[in-house]
């Protein structure tokens, strides 16, 4: 993985996390979802935080 590859997973990866805190601007969202749209490893990383999320609602009702 390039530098430059890896430093946009590292962005992604913070504006992943950041979104369960707060909603994100616009111009984030739209670079996360560019580069989820370019990069399975941080598309596949989404999906299973989601679904942690989700099970972790569940668990928690």
Do not use: P
Not at 7 to 36: I, P, Q
């Amino acid at each position: 993985m390039g530098a430059e590859r890896e430093f946009r997973c590292r962005e992604a990866v913070r504006l992943l996390l950041l979104a369960f805190e707060r909603a994100l601007t616009d111009d984030e969202e739209r670079d996360l979802k560019g580069h989820l749209a370019a990069c399975g490893h941080c598309d596949n990383y989404d999906r299973q935080l989601r679904f942690l999320s989700a099970a972790a609602s569940r668990f928690a009702r």
